[in-house]
């Protein structure tokens, strides 16, 4: 008989020490962004840092429950996990409370929820559930649309909710498919697809079509070998054309006003630091006035006199920028990449292709949030308001980045014991 192991000598202490470090460095900025000398005290209830303070408590409480469960219930159970939390989606457009113009919380008194971020643990779970099924070919075109069928769903619930920032995430799961075998001409097309959508909003849409013209010409003349190839190149061009016309229909209607102005800001198509790209101005300016070695800890200029909106959540890096400098921004990348890096490692060496697949998609969702959000507070994507993990306020996202992550480390705990 197998003898069971032991949790506590076969946790992966180093991935929980960066854990702790992220949260601690977080719960600390949150009081740096809020402070005011009426309300001093971190542990002030009244205040967004000695709320945090109660959620991280309470995210004790549950990587507790975590790893008192059993392991196997979360592949057991993947699935009705998944839909309960769809659920909830489906319920909080029914009957949920908007704010900020998103109509994603569920309000219980003087209890917030958001669904969405507990969606995100759910549809890796699912993911890994069908993947790991027997017989699951990558090569099949059923295969590849059930598994974005998983993906999209959450999605489209969430955008109903007019939360465009979550919705994407979601996209970020289409990498653990790559890693499991589909093509990567998918995510080639992608990239194209990019591509030529800014080229379309920057560049005359005929100059592009002249230099796809030419490209298809090259591809005429020197690829012999390809069959029809005068039906395949038109057929691309035709559909590529299509495509770079639609851009400014899917641009003008589809996206909101918000989301154009911030995208035309960050393109440069646009000058507006009172309005679209205000947040963005100010978290520059914080970022950069830090210097290397940062203003000094509750000394920060633009954090004290409320400069950029929402400092505490989605803006939390600029906090870091401006008290703690170069210095304090390198730790906290270094500390993301680190834990990135100690995911990926426990996720290739898990027995379980369960295990495996869910392993890569806590690193994919964890590497979109940090990327996106921190690419957002330097101007190099638009903002879309999604939090920094385990630093930004927030329960619903604390607790939900906990979840996703102890989950992982409860399977990677007991992988011995895991098919």
Known sequence: MRQRTNILQNIDWIT???????VIIGWINIYAAEYTSEHSSIFDMGMNYGKQMMWILTSVILIFLIFIIDAKFFSTFSWFIFLGIMGMLVGVLLFGKEIAGSKSWFQIGSFSLQPSEFAKFATALALA???SKINTDFSKVSTKMKAAVIIFIPSVLILLQHDTGSALVFF???LVLFREGMSGSLLFLAIVAAILFISALLINKFIILGILALIAILIFYFMKRLRKKWLWIVGIFLITSGYIFSVDYVFENILEPHQTKRIN?????????????YNVHQSKIAIGSGGFSGKGFLKGTQTKFDFVPEQSTDFIFCTVGEEWGF?????????????????IFLAERQRSKFSRVYGYGVASILFFHFAINIGMTIGLFPVIGIPLPFLSYGGSSLWGFTILLFVFLKQDAVRLELL
């Open 327 to 343: 210095i304090g921004t390198f730790v906290v990348i270094a500390l993301f990449l680190g834990l990135l890096y100690r995911l």
């Open 129 to 131: 559930g069908y993947i």
């Open 172 to 174: 970020a799961l289409v």
């Open 265 to 277: 800001v960050l393109l440069g198509i646009e000058k507006d630091i009172r309005g679209a790209g």
């Open 16 to 22: 929980v020490s960066l854990y702790f470090l992220l």
